[in-house]
């Protein structure tokens, strides 16, 4: 059985840039969430996917989007980088909606 | 107020003894909840589910408490290989999910 696998694993971009982040879920996981996690804080919830479609979002501006693709992976965008969206981006796939999740070893996107 | 507050810690404890943390949530809708424990620069494991009636796995115990909003985990017995932070979750349910995690509790155990 396969984990949770994101790519990549560090990232470096300027500011007004743009990133897409890759993750693929565990086998027979339909629902993905992602995260931003600064140092020395807990996961901040960004938005999560059920079977293609948005589930819930945090407390992020539009220029953070997503998309779940029909194999259940999924991509988070994010435009116009600004300085603060320097953080650990981590993704986890579950069951399903309010199931337990299993997280990737995150990206690190550091923007200059 | 934060909608999920959890002690940062750190404790700091001798191999051995019993640990406490407490989780508070303000959600009274909340419906599932979680333990993780995340070790330095890694990514959050998934320690255990948080069930009404309360759970227990090996050394830890973890407990709802629905009236008072909040949730604990009981480390009995720790082990150096317990030093971690442990954070906390809460889905706050509904048709939209809206998954919340504590800031995380610091735990060091001593020889």
């Known amino acids: 059985e396969t984990g949770v696998t994101q790519s990549p694993t560090h990232l470096i971009k300027t500011r007004g840039q743009q990133v897409t982040l890759r993750c693929s879920s565990q086998?027979?996981?339909?629902?993905v969430s992602w995260y931003q996690q600064a140092l020395g804080q807990g996961p901040q919830f960004i938005f999560q996917?059920?079977?293609?479609?948005?589930?819930g979002r945090g407390n992020f501006p539009p220029r953070f989007s997503g998309l779940q693709f029909p194999n259940y992976s999924s991509e988070l965008n994010v435009n116009a980088l600004e300085l603060d969206d320097s953080a650990l981006y981590l993704c986890?796939?579950?069951?399903?909606?309010?199931?337990?999740?299993?997280f990737g070893d995150g990206t690190r996107l550091s923007i200059l | 107020r934060k909608e999920v507050e959890q002690d940062p810690g750190p404790f700091n404890v001798p191999e051995g003894a019993t640990v406490a943390f407490n989780c508070t949530y303000s959600?009274?809708?909340?419906?599932?909840f979680f333990w993780y424990r995340q070790d330095c620069r890694k990514e959050p494991k998934l320690l255990m589910s948080?069930?009404?009636s309360g759970n227990e796995d090996g050394r830890f115990t973890a407990q709802l408490n629905r009236a008072s909003q909040y949730i604990s985990l009981l480390i009995r017995d720790s082990k150096l290989s317990d030093s971690a932070t442990y954070l906390c979750v809460v889905n706050g349910g509904s048709s939209a999910s809206k998954i919340i995690f504590g800031s995380g509790t610091r735990l060091s155990i001593r020889p």
């Open positions: 086998s027979g996981h339909n629902t």
């Open positions: 948080v069930y009404s």
């Open positions: 996917y059920y079977r293609e479609e948005e589930n």
């Open positions: 986890a796939s579950s069951l399903g909606v309010g199931q337990p999740q299993h």
């Open positions: 959600n009274s809708a909340s419906q599932s």
